[in-house]
C-alpha cells in the first residue's frame, strides 16, 4: 500500500490500536491508516474506495483482501453532544494528527514506508510500563469524548494494564459528558469488557467510578447484600459472588483451549470462542437477590437446643432475576434471541440433583433446560445439547463464585454430581418420551373431535395429558389420553 501513496507523493502511516498490538507482540487485526492525503486524493489512487466517513476525512480502502481504513490527517474542534467533534480541519503532519486521539498507547505512529516509530507521547513507555494514560489532560480529552472514560476501563480488562491515578481520577468528573453516549456503544463496550480473560478487574473500575451505577444500576445494587450466614454456603456479597462467577466463565474457556483469543485490547469485538450468553447468564445469574432477600432465624443441626440462627433467604430469586435480566438486557438493545436465551439461563440455573430424583423428576428437568425457542422450533434456536451444556457452565460459574477460586473447580463433588445427571439425561432421552406438547400421541384436533370444545380448557387439558405422560411415559398412546382427557373434561365442566 504505500507504494500507491509514495508513487503518488503521499506518506501514510499505520496507527491506533495495531500499532499498539504489535508493540506488544499481540496479533493485530485493525488496520487504520493516516495520511496527508485527502478524501478525494484516496479516492484518486486506489481503485476500490468507500467514503465511509468522509465529512471527517475517513474513506474505507479494499486492498490485499482488507479493508482498511484510511483518514487524512486531522484536528477536532468543539465536541457539543460529547461524542463527535463540531469541526474537523486537516492537520500539518502525523504529529499534530497523533495529539487529538485518547490515550498514549494509542498514539503512536508506524510508517508504512520503514517501520520507524513516531511516539511523540511516550506511548511505549507507557505500554511497558503496563499504563493507561490520557493524550494530554485527562479531563479535557474526557470532556471531548464521553465514550474515552468506558474504553479506559474496556482497555484496563483486555489488556491488565492499570490506569493511571491522574486518568482514572478523571473519569467520575466526566460522568455528564459519559451519560451522553448511545446505549448502544456502551454495551458494545460492556460486550468487549466482559468477554476479556479478566473481566470482574473491568466491572470493579466501572463500580469505582460510578459508570456501573450510571449504566447498570441493578448490577450495582448488588453491592452491600450479604448472604453469608452460619450455613456457610457463602463468604461474599452478592455484587462479589457475581464477578466471581464471570470469572468463572472465562476460567472455563481457558480451561478447554476456548480463551479470548483477542486479548489485546484491539477493537476487533468477541473472538467466536467466547460463549457470551453464558457469561452474561453468569454475570446476571444472582441479580434477583437484592429484591427477594428475607431474614430468617431457624435452628441448624448440631446447635445447641433453642438457639437459632439468622439466615437468609433469597426464595424465587431466580424467576425475579430473569425477569430483571430481560429488562436491562433489552434496555442494552441486544438482540431478542440473546436477552430470551440468556433469561433463560437465569431462570433454571437454581437446580439441585439428586440421586433420589425419579426419572419423572428427570425428564421435568429436561423440560424446563430446555428453552421455549427450541420447542417452538424458532430458526437459530439453541439444542437442547447446547442448553443443557450452558446451564451445566453457568452452575459451575455460581460454585466458582462462592469460593472466588475458579482453579478449586478442576475437581470435587460438584463434577461427580453433574457427570451422574448428565447420564441419567442421555439415558432418559434415548427412550421414547414426550417433554413438550408436540410429542403427545394426540393433538389438539382430536381431542376436539372426541367432543371437546376449543378453547381455554383444550390447552389446559393438553398440559394435563403432558404431566401425565411426564410421569408415566407409557401411557402416551391415543387409547389411553382420549380417555384421560375426555374425564379431565368432564371434572372441569361439573
Known sequence: MNSVFEENGFEAFLVGGAVRDLIRGKPASDWDVATNATPDDVIRIFKRVIPTGISHGTVTVHFMKEEIEVTTYRLEKDYSDGRHPDSVTYAADIEEDLSRR?????????????????????????????????????????????????????????????????????????????????????????????????????????????ILEQFLPEIASCRGVIQADERGHHQFDVLDHMLYALDGAAWLERQRGSAFSDNTGSDTGLSSKVNLEVRLAALFHDIGKPSTRRVDHAQLAGAPEGIMAEIYTFFGHENKGASITKSVLSRLRFPNSVIQYVSHLVKQHMFHYESTWTDAAIRRFIMRATPEETTSGASGAHSFEEALNDLF??????????????????????????????????????????????????????????????????????????????????????????????????TLNR
Open 102 to 210: 485518547d490515550f498514549t498507547m494509542n498514539a503512536i505512529a508506524a510508517s508504512l514506508k520503514d517501520g520507524s516509530l513516531v511516539d511523540p507521547f511516550g506511548g511505549q513507555e507507557d505500554i511497558k510500563a503496563h499504563i493507561i494514560r490520557t493524550v494530554g489532560d485527562a479531563d479535557q480529552r474526557f470532556s471531548e469524548d464521553g465514550l474515552r472514560p468506558v474504553r479506559a476501563i474496556r482497555f484496563a480488562a483486555q489488556t491488565g494494564f492499570d490506569i493511571t491515578s491522574e486518568t482514572l481520577a478523571a473519569i467520575p468528573r466526566a460522568r455528564q459528558v459519559t451519560a451522553k453516549i448511545s446505549i448502544e456503544r456502551f454495551r458494545d463496550e460492556f460486550v468487549k469488557l466482559i468477554s476479556s480473560d479478566a473481566p470482574s478487574k473491568g466491572l470493579r473500575l466501572m463500580e469505582e467510578t460510578g
Open 393 to 490: 457452565d453457568v452452575r459451575i460459574c455460581d460454585v466458582c463464585g462462592m469460593s472466588g477460586t475458579p482453579a478449586l473447580l478442576s475437581e470435587g463433588p460438584w463434577k461427580d454430581n453433574l457427570l451422574e445427571l448428565r447420564s441419567r439425561i442421555e439415558s432418559i432421552r434415548s427412550e421414547a418420551a414426550a417433554f413438550s406438547l408436540k410429542d403427545l400421541a394426540v393433538k389438539g384436533k382430536d381431542l376436539m373431535e372426541a367432543g371437546i370444545a376449543p378453547g381455554k380448557q383444550l390447552g389446559l387439558i393438553l398440559g394435563e395429558l403432558l404431566d401425565a405422560v411426564v410421569e408415566d411415559p407409557t401411557c402416551n398412546t391415543r387409547d389411553a389420553l382420549i380417555p384421560l382427557a375426555l374425564n379431565l373434561y368432564k
